[in-house]
């Protein structure tokens, strides 16, 4: 199973969208995918104690184990990625051990290309995930208010779909 993670917690979330268009990609590839949105999973702040006894930590902690690769669709700000996402992986953070990632990732303009890279980073050294080096950027202008109207990044969320499978049913077969 393939999970997608919504990770803002914006209503009119772009990132969201990007999400949703992932699952119908991967769904329609025939696989199985479940779309998780941030905002039906209220998460308590990190703080290394008891935060991690939350039922909603201890679900989506389930989710991710359970994953055979996931695709991350979040929002940029300021140069980063939010602080729910870095919030959920904190909270989860040896759940995410070896699993292929995938970025969809929604910003204002184009300046912050490179900001998804720490978190990719942290990702393969911490857990040793192994990330998939194309991810797909969009920008405001990629959206109208309730969907995607860029043909081309409906293209690229479709080739990130093919890649996620092909690269992580070459890992199951191949341990």
């Known amino acids: 199973m393939y999970l997608v993670i919504a990770c803002s917690l914006k209503s009119t979330s772009k990132s ?6 992932a699952e119908r990609s991967l769904h329609s590839l025939g696989r199985e995918v479940e779309l998780i949105n941030l905002r039906d999973f209220p998460l308590p702040f990190c703080d290394a104690e008891g935060a991690y006894a939350d039922p909603h930590v201890a679900t989506l902690s389930k989710k991710i184990i ?5 695709l991350i669709a979040c929002p940029i700000y300021n140069y980063g990625v939010n602080a ?11 759940n995410w051990q070896e699993k292929v990632i995938g970025f969809l990732c929604a910003a204002g303009g184009t300046g912050s290309y490179m900001s998804i890279m720490g978190l990719a980073n942290s990702l393969m050294l911490d857990f040793r995930c192994l990330i998939l080096p194309k991810f797909v950027y969009a ?7 309730t969907r ?27 341990p």
């Open 84 to 94: 729910a996402l870095k919030n959920l992986i904190e909270l989860t953070g040896q």
């Open 66 to 70: 359970e994953a055979e690769g996931i």
């Open 139 to 145: 920008t405001g202008n990629d959206f109208d208010e």
């Open 16 to 21: 969201r969208l990007l999400a949703e268009a």
């Open 148 to 174: 995607i109207s860029d043909e081309g990044v409906e293209q690229r969320i479709s080739e990130l779909g093919h890649t996620m499978i092909r690269i992580s049913s070459a890992l199951r077969e191949n």
